[in-house]
């Protein structure tokens, strides 16, 4: 008897003018796992979290979250099912402060229903306590509350990545995607962001890990499917991809992960 995944993906396929990004992919993201996708650059990998957050348009193929069909959602209508996702560059909002920033993350804002606001205040006030209480406490769980009041440009590369990942929490969603939220990040801030998404895991979350980095994919990550060429080539544990040789062919071997690299070899 096998679990039923929380999202699936099926048979997707994505073409941008002629290149076909996806072709056939085919993934699952069992509930309260962490389930890795790599690939090399170019792989597909961000195009998949577009289709199924809504961004990118499916050519073929079905997504499906907590068994309803989703494939065409608008990106708005994410947070709405329960999914939310971050984006590749950094999206912090460099002119606010840290807290600012995470604030942002939580849905219904007091100030979307500016009915409320003018006919019951107390209510969005105290929504607004609400958020401000759980900011400090997502602060607190990733590291930064002592930054709470710093202009998020003040922050490090990598106290930014993990800022994203506050704000990410902050939405609520109970199905986390994230792209690439280690690239470039030193060792200490690449543990903090495996060790904050395993305990949203243990906390009831889903994840669906887009990264490149080994050591975060190896070391947090319950199952890693692999993309190369806009198609999965292995689908396991991270012990059983690490020893597939398909996927060292394509990955491991190479000192740096670029398709170009690989089409020119
Ligand atoms: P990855 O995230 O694995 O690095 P992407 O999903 O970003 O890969 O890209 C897969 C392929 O699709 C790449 O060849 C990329 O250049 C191409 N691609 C991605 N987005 C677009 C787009 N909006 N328009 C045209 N080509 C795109
Ligand atoms: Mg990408």
Known sequence: MTERPMLEVEH??????????????????Q?????????????????????????TRLDEGRVTFRGQDITGMRPHEGIGVGLARTFQDLEVMQ????????????????AER?????????????????????????????????????LASDLSYG???LLVVARLLATGADMLMLDEPG????????????SV??????????????????????????HVTVLHHGQVIASGTPAQIQADQSVIDVYFSRSHTTEEATDAS
């Not at 509930?31 to 961004?55: D, Q, Y």
């Not at 009915?115 to 607190?140: C, G, I, K």
């Open 12 to 29: 997707a396929s994505v073409s941008f003018g002629g290149l076909r990004a996806l072709k056939d992919v085919s993934i699952q993201a």
């Open 95 to 110: 002119r606010l402060t840290v807290a600012e920033n995470v604030l942002l993350g939580f849905p219904h804002q007091p």
């Open 183 to 194: 690239a470039g990040l030193p060792d200490v801030n690449l543990h903090q962001i495996g």
């Open 159 to 161: 106290e930014q990545k």
């Open 31 to 55: 509930e309260c796992r962490v389930t890795a996708l790599i690939g090399p650059n170019g792989a597909g990998k961000s195009t998949l979290l577009g289709a199924v957050s809504g961004f």
């Open 197 to 222: 998404l395993r305990e949203a895991v243990a906390d009831g979350k889903t994840v669906l890990l887009v990264d490149h980095n080994m050591d975060l994919i190896m070391n947090y990550a319950d």
């Open 114 to 150: 500016i009915s409320r606001l003018l006919f019951t205040p107390w209510v969005a006030n105290r929504e607004h306590r609400r958020n401000v209480q759980r900011t400090v406490d997502l602060l607190h769980h990733v590291g930064l509350l002592e930054r709470a009041d710093t």
